[in-house]
Structure formats: structure tokens, C-alpha cells
Nanobody
Framework: QVQLVESGGGLVQAGGSLRLSCAAS????????MGWFRQAPGKEREFAAA????????YYADSVKGRFTISRDNAKNTVYLQMSSLKPEDTAVYYC?????????????????WGQGTQVTVSS
């Protein structure tokens, strides 16, 4: 069982930056692939970024590539999402998720545990 708690969301102007954090409970954090997803009002939850067990492999949606960076600190049981050059279309609730798979998944249904989400609002 893994419990996830996101933090770091807020209101930022277009072009600004935010760093989201996701703290995980449990001693097996390093065995989980981690992902960040987002869900805008009226839209389906979508993949943003994912990172493998050791942090050596990272994956990004085309919409965030070059602007967002996912990282993890297994000693602190935490995964991060550094977001830069934010756009109004990045406005959404951001969720972190954990997957106990042998590969790093990028689909919602492939993740086993979810946080409660943190709101990110980008004003124009």
C-alpha cells in the first residue's frame, strides 16, 4: 500500500514556474514507477510525465516536453514536477500516481495508487 500526498500547486502568471512535490508513505517507494497526470475541467485525466524506479528513465507528453521536468528522491520518498514556461492551458488539477509494474507506464489505468491532487492555475 502506498499513500501519496501532493503539494506545491497554486496560482501563477503565464511564463512563470512552479514545483510540485508528491510525498509517498511506505518503505517500498523505490520499487514504484511514478507518474504525474493532470485533469482540466470537463476533460479526461491525461498523462504529463513519468519516471522509472531509479530516476534514470523519464517520459513526457508532447504538450509539456521541454518545459516540465520530473525527478525523484528515493531517500526522501518524494517525486517532483518542475514546471516552467507555464501556459494557461496547463491549468488543471495535477495528480501523482504510483505503478508497481516492470515498465514505466503512461496510461491512467496502469497506475495502482493516486494522490488527492493539487490545483495549478495559470493566468494569462
Amino acid at each position: 500500500q502506498v499513500q501519496l500526498v501532493e503539494s506545491g500547486g497554486g496560482l501563477v502568471q503565464a511564463g512563470g514556474s512552479l514545483r510540485l512535490s508528491c510525498a509517498a508513505s511506505g518503505r517500498t517507494f523505490s520499487r514504484y514507477h511514478m507518474g504525474w497526470f493532470r485533469q482540466a475541467p470537463g476533460k479526461e485525466r491525461e498523462f504529463a510525465a513519468a519516471i522509472g524506479w531509479s530516476g534514470g528513465s523519464t517520459y513526457y507528453a508532447d504538450s509539456v516536453k521541454g518545459r516540465f521536468t520530473i525527478s525523484r528522491d528515493n531517500a526522501k520518498n518524494t517525486v517532483y514536477l518542475q514546471m516552467s514556461s507555464l501556459k494557461p492551458e496547463d491549468t488543471a488539477v495535477y495528480y501523482c500516481a504510483a505503478a508497481g509494474k516492470y515498465y514505466t507506464p503512461r496510461r491512467v489505468y496502469e497506475y495502482d495508487y493516486w494522490g488527492q491532487g493539487t490545483q495549478v492555475t495559470v493566468s494569462s
